[in-house]
């Protein structure tokens, strides 16, 4: 039953009939948490579940709100605290058990609370919300006010609880923090301070995190500077200063999971990394906690991550994923775990009951265990969990008893309707999505994801089982339903198809067929009546692309079991024509639709706007597709995507949305009279409903929540519940004995299930093994391995029946086909043997053009891809080489190329340069103006200087001022500096250096930043002298080989003339030295043969025929050439080069022996020897002149060579002084740019500095604030507890004046019972509980101080009674005693509350002292370090890094004592020094002659003027002697001091008795003033009284004046001459009277007056001061 409810439907009249909530069946997806010893809760969608451990019954407090948030108990209150899920969510408070809202906590959070926790003392609650505030806040829960409140942007919070010793402290952890919060309290203001832990690393060391604002103050490099912090290096400034850390230097810490409190303040956390750390409350030291031994190596546990951790005494209880629950022994630091108990999933959270004699065991998909403590240890199991939410419910027929659900996993569960609790369960074990049960048999159908509907037999509730299964396509199932009188089941796929099943079991569930609508069925609504001998079939689909809807109405009669195979094709598609299929849309969108029973209406959900239609159906028949119109539409008052049902009897229409709420209306009118809110929209709403066929109960299924309700009406009767009641009575009479036969045929089937089971696999396997076709053997054996659909089969079957209809048609065409395939291969094989030319490929051969096609687009599809892929690489390639060719050579204004020698391996490189910038050159022209200025004006002041001195100097040193000044010209003419103070040799290269600022003299950031252009100048001018003459020597180079060639082209033709095998050496440029060919790709570079075109290859061909037809032609042509060649040689004349190529010719005679020559022959032999031997001889001539040509002409080359080699290295050791020089000036603005990098460190640190002294000191105002009001709100306290106490002590004191008038025995005997206090009994724990509870007596809170404040009154009007008055008494003297004890004890009462104030009032003023003074301390820390930091600065300054030339051997020490600390040595000349030191020894030698003559004379002088002294000094002494011996007196003191031994004891003792007398008159002083303070005190009251008295007397006296005036008046109305002068006498007795009073009061007033000032002057001197800092 549902309590605490608030009314909801107010607009309902009174009486009318309504539903409540009579049960709700959820499981937690929060932690389970205890209310008492006995029962737990946990919320479930809108509600919030209790239920009693031992008893198992169920209570449900519903959130009228929606959703149920966060959940929180407090046990000691017995209260639940929850949020709601909505914009500016609420925080409700109910009692338990009697489940009333005790307040509603209100605060200004926007989206939604995540950590709710009450302290275990007192009435505080903790809340804690994320996005967007991430406020945590304390609230008095009984008051619904926020105390104090906290925001911290970005923290996100796993728990947080209070510490159940000290309610002051609340700690908050998450996966990478943990932080324990400190609540303050002053009066009625509370404050929360937070201190974070700081957690080890990973490895469980401890990390040392040194300060950062402060960490290197006195440390300091002798060569490089002060050492700044990192923060400072970095360039930090602001609040991010204080905690940067780089990123090297950042360690991972450990990630705790869960934490818990000890009874002594301390915090044992677990850590993901299986650490356990103990955390010290007050501290918040950190100590990783030891593991003594490990536990046994399992396979499911290796190391114990803690997720949830629960205290117990001598260690806490831990769970980690392998679902154990272990029991850590803590012993000082280390810690031994055992095994406690084992659950069969991972365990999420453990808690115990507030006896402890309880452990409540969580897992992770919500089971919950009871682990009960005892001699005989229990484990029991309250939840048992379920698998995801539900997706389906429905009535087991007839829906008064039991109902089944399904989730998404296949879990099929039933259920007892009259308390929601498990009767069984089974598992299919599948992926499922509806499910039905059917009304005329005792059975159940499941849908799948897979396509299958399983079939339950639910006749046994306690033991459902699987009986049937049909696999019917392979898309999902989106729908099941059974028509009203259970003889269809029609099934509805995501793909469209409508699947009717025969309900009976006895049919084996026989598919009768299906039919075709829209994919993506929406819902399936039937109208089965008894009176019809059909069932009508509506389905809605919708319009895709389009905002309509479309319904699709068929009918199926009752007899199509019988005539199934008529009705159906050979597929199993039932024919439109039998089914009178009819088609209908909607103009706009619906989400669910319905048809009535009468088959004259359709009711309509719309999805885009909040409406519910009904649409009038046509009576005539039609053809196509009519279009529908709303009939009647009303406002469905729902939130969205929403569902309609109709009744069992059809005169009721349930809605249900995303909204959470479900209306009934009247099916005729569309009236809403009952309506229900059982879930949220937070949770999307509702899923699914379900009306039981009586109507009495509704199953309300929630979407996300996984929250089951069950809805009953309340005040149901009149003719809704006939209606309900008779339709049900005679359905359920209709279909008795359908139900009997059924159930007794599934009865039969259970106990033949075995036998069935190989039936099935029987006919299963015979449908696989039809006969078919060869062409479709391969897909049959493929798919014999698999389940085949019933879609599929009824496929194979009709090919199967198509195969044996057309066996002769396919037998020729096989034919075909096979000699077809002959004489391709035989094409083939003759293609193999034709030429290249005439040769096809083998895809030209093929037969399929569409798959020649195809393959071709695939191939060119292939060929694009890659081209594409490589053009892109190139592009990518050619960029990349572009960037970097812009970057190194392009940009370059000298390219950097080298120089080698021609015979020795040397090389020298030039200098690489880029074109100065636009700002670079307007920069250098700048600071060039600006020297020269600088020049200018000191050139002028030297001028005013020295014609001011020369004006006053004497005539006759003209000459000599003039010679000065031409020296001095001199001097500022050559201003350059020597190298050795220049600090490089730039001046070597001729480079001018007049401009730069001398070493010495560079203090500020601007001649630093102008120095470092000038040597940027430098270095360019340096590498532009060495670039020119690396020029001059290439232009030499150039020419040296250019004269080489050209020798060359002459030793060629003299080795060519002389026939020798030498080689000519011909020097090259290499790449190195001309690196522009590396950028060019010669011919001969590419290795792979250039991709020519067709076209372009045959036009290339037909050129070269050409020309190659054209030198023919002209060779043939050319007879004057040919001529020459035959006759001459080709020349006109010989040439003497020719001499060694000519040879006589012999003549012809020759050939014969020399026996048979002539005489002429003779003769022409001896001229033909003649000849050959001058020639011989002017060839030896010409070879030898040849030969030393040739030996000439490579001795110059040699020469010319050796020299520019010569020269070159000379220009490689320019380079290398260059380069030097070019280092050495990179080194000077090396050391300027870190001087400058320092600097700018230096005033980072100093900013960052004053921005912490800005916030400290803006913190120090906040804190001196807060110091201030502090000691104002504790002196308002103690003046308040200063009266409270001294009216106490007064109630005490005049308490024998008030009974003064009694007996004194009397008075002493009541003031004995005045004295008396009742004594309270505490309530005694149990021996067996209090050695359980850890945490023992908790501390006392402002609840259990009311409630031993009213025990005690209790008590007190025990002691009241009459019977314990004393013997004697009267009664009202008793009743004034009783009155004025119960004001005493009250009083007290109110004392010792402002006296626990006062200590915290006090404790919190000391902390806020202590507060000011550390921001204080830091503060006046900040100043000391800025000090610091400036003097370094300074000192920075002054002290320059100069960069000097030093010579080898020039400085030489002695002993070889090095000095490495220059800290308080300074550079100057060393000529200033020598002619320093020469004009010193000068004037030192003139000053000792001189003091030595002084010295002689004054020595006399001393010696005589010391005597006289003396002799003064001794006269004076016996003067004052005899003077002593004449005045000397002798006192009492002096002669106790010479006569008494113990003179210090004596002294001693005299001093103690003076202090006792001190102690004596400072304790009466005191007692006087507080006597004092009494008597100020009681005139204070008494002067009260008087004035009291006064102001009656005064309007006593108003009255009687008034009364006289009448009387007066009466008097002189009758002339009553007596009463007037009676009157006047006593009205003249009563001004005198009146006159002694106030002359009376006005005297007690100025004595009181006196009295205050005094008793305030002596509070002033003894109250402490309190001096503000």
């Not at 306690?462 to 396509?473: D, G, I, Q």
Request: with cysteine; charged share 30%; aromatic share 8%.
């Amino acid at each position: 039953m549902v309590q605490g409810r608030e009314r909801e439907d107010s607009h309902q009249v009174s009486g009318s009939p309504s539903l409540f909530v009579r049960w709700v069946q959820g499981f937690p997806k929060q932690n389970v948490q205890f209310v008492n010893n006995e029962t737990i809760c946990y919320p479930s969608g809108n509600y919030i579940i209790f239920i009693n451990i031992k008893t198992k019954e169920k209570t449900v407090l519903q959130c009228v709100s929606g959703i149920v948030g966060i959940v929180a108990t407090n046990i000691p209150c017995e209260v639940v605290a929850f949020s709601d899920r909505r914009l500016k969510p609420l925080i409700y408070i109910y009692n338990f058990p009697g489940m009333t809202r005790r307040t509603k906590l209100k605060g200004n959070i926007l989206l939604d609370y995540t950590l709710l926790t009450f302290s275990h003392c007192g009435t505080y609650l903790a809340s804690y919300s994320t996005l967007p505030e991430y406020e945590l806040a304390l609230w008095n829960w009984e008051s619904h006010v926020i105390l104090c409140k906290k925001s911290q942007p970005g923290v996100d919070v796993s728990q947080m609880t209070f510490n159940p010793m000290n309610w002051h402290q609340l700690c908050l952890s998450s996966s990478n923090a943990v932080t324990v919060w400190n609540i303050e309290r002053s009066n009625q203001e509370h404050y929360l301070k937070p201190k974070s832990v700081k957690l080890p690393a990973e490895d469980g060391s401890i990390v040392d995190e040194t300060d950062i604002i402060f960490t290197h103050s006195l440390l300091k490099d002798p060569i490089y500077g002060p050492v700044l912090p990192l923060s400072a290096i970095a360039g930090l400034v602001g609040e991010e200063a204080e905690t940067f850390r780089p990123k090297d230097d950042l360690c991972p810490l450990l990630h705790p999971t869960m934490h818990c409190w000890t009874p002594s303040s301390d915090l044992y956390v677990g850590c993901e990394e299986g650490h356990l750390l103990m955390i010290n409350g007050d501290t918040l030291k950190v100590t990783v906690l030891n593991k003594t031994e490990e536990p046994p190596p399992l396979d499911r546990r290796n190391i114990i991550t803690p997720i949830t951790l629960a205290y117990q005494k001598e260690g806490v209880l831990a769970s980690g994923i392998d679902g154990f629950v272990y029991s850590f022994l803590i012993k000082d630091s280390s810690y031994k775990v055992q095994d406690f108990t084992e659950v069969e999933e991972p365990v999420e959270h453990l808690t115990f009951s507030p006896n402890y004699k309880m452990l409540l065991i969580q897992t992770e998909k919500g089971s919950t265990y009871i682990y009960t403590f005892g001699e005989e240890p229990t484990l029991d199991k309250i939840l048992a969990s379920c698998d995801g939410n539900f997706q389906a419910i429905d009535f087991i027929t007839p829906g008064n008893s039991h109902f089944m659900t399904l989730t998404g996993s296949g879990d099929v569960g039933i259920w007892l309707l009259d308390d929601g609790s498990p009767v069984s369960r089974i598992s299919l074990n599948t992926l499922s999505t509806v499910l039905a049960c059917c009304p005329s048999s005792p059975s159940a159908a499941v849908g799948t994801v897979g396509g299958s509907v399983h079939f339950l037999d639910v006749a046994d509730v306690n033991s459902p089982r699987e009986v049937h299964k049909a696999f019917l396509s392979k898309a999902s199932v989106q729908d099941v339903i059974y028509d009203q009188r259970g003889m269809y089941l029609l099934a509805g796929t995501s793909e469209g198809y409508i699947f009717v099943i025969n309900a009976k079991p006895s049919s084996s569930f026989q598919i009768l067929g299906y039919t075709e609508v829209g994919k993506g069925v929406l819902q399936i609504s039937t109208v089965s009546l008894l009176e019809t001998d059909i069932v009508e079939v509506m389905v809605l689909t919708p319009l895709p692309k389009t905002d309509r809807s479309r319904l699709e109405i068929f009918t199926l009669p009752l007899i199509l079991p019988q005539v199934a195979a008529a009705f159906a094709d050979e597929r199993g598609k039932l024919r439109d024509e039998f089914i009178h299929r009819y088609l209908y849309e909607i103009e706009h969108a619906l989400s669910s639709a319905v048809l009535d029973f009468q088959s004259q209406r359709i009711f309509g959900f719309c999805s885009h706007v909040p409406y519910i239609c009904s649409y009038l159906l046509p009576k005539k028949e039609h053809t196509g597709i009519c279009i529908l119109k709303p009939f009647q539409k009303v406002q469905s008052k729902h939130y969205g995507y929403g569902k309609l049902y109709l009744s069992s009897h059809g005169l009721w229409l349930l809605t249900a949305a995303k909204g959470g709420i479900l209306y009934i209306r009247d099916a005729y009118t569309l009236e809403m009279f009952a309506r229900c809110r059982s879930h949220s929209y937070q949770a999307q709403g509702i899923r699914s409903l379900k009306a039981s066929m009586d109507g009495q109960d509704i199953l309300v299924n929630g979407r996300n929540d996984g929250t089951l309700v069950c809805l009953k009406w309340k005040r149901f009767g009149g003719v809704l519940a006939t209606e309900s009641l008779d339709h049900c009575l005679k359905l359920l009479t209709s279909l008795n004995t359908t139900m009997n036969e059924e159930s007794a045929y599934i009865r039969r089937m259970r106990r033949d299930s075995l036998d069935l089971g190989s039936d099935n696999e029987k006919t299963a396997s015979g449908i696989k093994l039809l006969n078919i076709d060869s062409s479709q053997e391969e897909l049959v054996s493929a798919q014999d391995m698999k389940e085949i659909s019933w879609m599929e089969a009824k496929g194979q079957e009709a090919i199967k029946k198509e195969v044996n209809q057309f066996s002769k048609k396919r037998r020729e065409i096989k034919k075909g086909i096979k000699a077809l395939a002959k004489t391709v291969q035989s094409m083939m094989e003759e293609n193999e043997t034709v030429g290249h030319i005439a040769k096809l490929e083998q895809q030209e051969l093929s037969l399929d053009l569409e798959e020649l096609e195809r393959l071709h687009d695939e191939s060119e599809e292939e060929v694009a891809k890659i081209r594409k892929d490589a053009e892109m690489d190139n592009l990518a390639k050619r960029y990349l080489a572009e960037l970097i060719k812009e970057e190194c050579w392009n940009s370059m204004a000298v390219k950097g190329r080298a120089l080698k020698c021609f015979h020795i391996p040397c090389t020298v490189e030039n200098f690489p340069m880029k074109e100065r910038t636009a700002e670079e050159m307007k920069e250098l022209e700048k600071v060039l103006q600006q020297k020269k200025i600088e020049t200018e004006c000191l050139k002028l002041r030297k001028e005013i200087v020295e014609a001011q001195s020369a004006a006053s100097l004497a005539n006759n040193h003209h000459e000599e001022d003039d010679e000065e000044e031409e020296e001095e010209n001199v001097t500022t003419k050559d201003t350059n500096l020597p190298n050795y103070l220049l600090g490089s040799l730039s001046t070597d290269f001729g480079v001018d250096t007049s401009f730069l600022s001398s070493q010495l003299e560079l203090h500020s950031r601007e001649e630093k930043i102008n120095q470092i252009i000038l040597l940027k100048d430098i270095i360019y001018k340096v590498k532009t002298v060495f670039n020119n003459e690396f020029n001059a020597a290439y232009k030499q180079k150039e020419f040296e080989i250019a004269r080489v060639k050209e020798r060359n082209v002459r030793i060629q033709e003299i080795i060519l003339d002389l026939e020798l095998e030498e080689t000519v050496w011909q020097p090259e440029f290499e790449d190195c030295e001309k690196p522009e060919r590396t950028l060019v790709v010669e011919d001969s570079e590419i290795t792979v043969s250039k991709h020519v075109k067709p076209w372009k290859k045959a036009k290339d061909e037909l050129i070269t025929a050409h020309r190659i037809e054209k030198w023919i032609t002209f060779q043939s042509s050319d007879m004057r050439h040919r001529a020459l060649m035959d006759m001459m040689g080709g020349v006109l004349e010989v040439k003497k080069e020719d001499i060694l190529r000519m040879v006589i010719p012999q003549p012809a005679f020759m050939a014969k022996p020399d026996a048979v020559w002539s005489e002429e022959e003779r003769k022409q032999f001896k001229e033909y020897e003649k000849k050959v031997k001058e020639l011989n001889e002017e060839k030896d001539k010409y070879r030898k002149s040849l030969e030393a040509e040739l030996k000439k002409l490579q001795n110059s080359i040699q020469e010319s060579t050796q020299a520019f080699d010569e020269h070159l290295k000379r220009l490689f050791e320019r380079r290398v002084k260059a380069e030097m020089v070019v280092n050495q000036e990179e080194l000077k603005i090396a050391n300027l740019i870190f001087s400058l990098l320092l600097d700018e460190e230096l005033n980072s640190r100093e900013l960052c500095l004053n921005n912490y002294l800005a916030r400290n000191q803006e913190q120090k105002i906040q804190t001196s604030e807060a110091v201030r009001n502090a000691k104002e709100d504790l002196d308002m306290y103690k003046e308040h507890y200063d009266n409270l106490l001294a009216e106490d002590k007064v109630l005490d004191r005049s308490f024998k004046k008030e009974f003064s008038e009694i007996p004194m025995h009397q008075v002493d005997l009541l003031y004995k019972l005045f004295k008396r206090r009742p004594r309270i009994q505490k309530q005694k724990t149990h021996q067996d509980t209090a050695n359980i509870v850890p945490f023992g007596e908790r501390p006392g809170s402002d609840k259990s101080n009311k409630d031993a404040f009213a025990q005690l009154m209790k008590a007190m009007d025990e002691l009241d009674n009459i019977s314990n008055m004393p013997e004697g008494l009267d009664v009202s003297v008793w009743e004034h005693f009783c009155m004025t004890r119960r004001m005493k004890v009250e009083n007290e009462q109110k004392v010792k509350q402002k006296a626990a104030g006062l200590m915290e009032m006090v404790t919190f003023l000391r902390k806020r002292v202590e507060e000011d003074e550390k921001v204080q301390q830091n503060i006046e820390k900040v100043f000391r370090e800025l000090i610091l930091l400036q003097e370094e600065k300074v000192e920075f300054q002054l002290n320059l890094t100069i960069q000097i030339l030093l010579k080898q051997g020039q400085v030489e020490l002695e002993n070889f004592q090095l000095i490495l600390e220059y800290s308080d040595a300074i550079l100057i000349n060393k000529n200033i020094i020598e002619d320093l030191n020469s004009v010193i020894r000068a004037q030192g030698q003139k000053k000792v002659t001189s003091m030595v003559e002084s010295k002689d004379v004054h020595k006399g002088i001393f010696q005589i003027e010391w005597e006289h002294k003396k002799m003064e000094m001794e006269m004076e002494d016996l003067n004052q002697k005899a003077w002593d011996i004449q005045m000397l007196f002798f006192s009492r003191d002096r002669q106790k001091f010479l006569n008494e031994p113990q003179y210090e004891t004596l002294i001693g003792i005299q001093i103690g008795v003076m202090e006792q007398t001190i102690a004596v008159l400072d304790k009466t002083h005191k007692k006087n003033v507080e006597n004092c303070k009494k008597l100020l005190k009681k005139l204070g009251r008494f002067s009260n009284h008087k004035d009291v008295a006064n102001y009656t007397l005064s309007c006593n006296l108003r009255e009687e004046l008034v009364a006289v005036s009448e009387r007066r008046d009466i008097c002189n109305a009758i002339g009553s001459k007596l009463t007037c002068e009676k009157i006047a006498k006593e009205r003249y007795e009563n001004m005198m009277q009146q006159q002694k009073l106030t002359n009376i009061s006005k005297q007690q007033a100025e004595q009181i007056s006196i009295l205050q000032a005094e008793v305030e002057r002596l509070r002033m001197r003894t109250f402490p001061a309190l001096v503000p800092m």
